[in-house]
Each structure stands twice: as C-alpha cells, then as structure tokens.
C-alpha cells in the first residue's frame, strides 16, 4: 500500500490576507502620489493654449486625497477663469477633462500593474 501526506502550513497565507487591506490601501496611495506629479506634469506641457501671462499653466495642479480606502486626485487650475478654458469654444482650450481620460487610463493600468505584483507575491 502506498501513501503520500501532505503537510501544509497555511500561516504565511493566513498573514497574507490578512495584511492584504492593509498594504494594498498603502501601494494605492503610493500610485495616486506617484501621478499627482506626472498628472501635473502633464497637465501643463500638453495646455492647448498659448500663454499671455502663464498664470493658467504655472497654476494646474493634480492633488491626490487618501483616507482610509478611498483614494482620489484632484486636477485644478488655480486661476478663477480656469473653468472658462475648459468650457468656451466647445472645449477648445479644455486640459482637465481631456486630462482625465489620460491620466485616469494611466492610473487604471498601474492599479493592474500593482494588484498583479501583489497577487504574484513580489
């Protein structure tokens, strides 16, 4: 007769998840802060407008926000008119919104990037 055993110790999986909430919110936030920068990089190189004072540019900003799970980012333009750049001319001179569906695409394949490497055990 034969026999095969199998002797499984589940603590280190156990541990993991566990942990898991914990670590994916901090690698979250680490993203979001990674991106507030390119966002805000981007943001400005990619203004469709010529500059008369450079107010407008100098001032779009990506700010992220954590607590807790929920993480977001915050792109802005500092001066009061920036609304109207995003809105007249049908959008004509519209960064933010364009600047949400890139970034936000960015950010999406990160997140992959990151659950994947988790879920891998890097």
Do not use: C
């Not at 156990?14 to 981007?42: E, H, P, Q």
């Not at 008369?52 to 980012?73: C, N, Q, W, Y």
């Amino acid at each position: 007769m034969a026999k095969i055993t199998v002797d499984f110790d589940d603590s280190r999986l156990r541990n993991n998840i566990k942990t898991f909430g914990n670590r994916l919110n901090k690698n979250v936030s680490a993203v979001m802060d990674y991106n507030s920068g390119y966002a805000t990089g981007w943001l400005k190189s990619k203004a469709p407008w010529h500059d008369d004072t450079g107010a407008a540019r100098s001032g779009l900003v990506a700010i992220p926000f954590s607590a807790g799970s929920k993480h977001e980012l915050l792109m802005a333009y500092s001066v009061t008119y920036g609304i109207w750049l995003e809105v007249a001319n049908s959008g004509q001179w519209a960064i933010i919104t364009p600047g949400m569906r890139v970034i936000g695409a960015k950010i999406m394949n990160d997140m992959q990037h990151l659950i994947d490497s988790m879920t891998e055990g890097r």
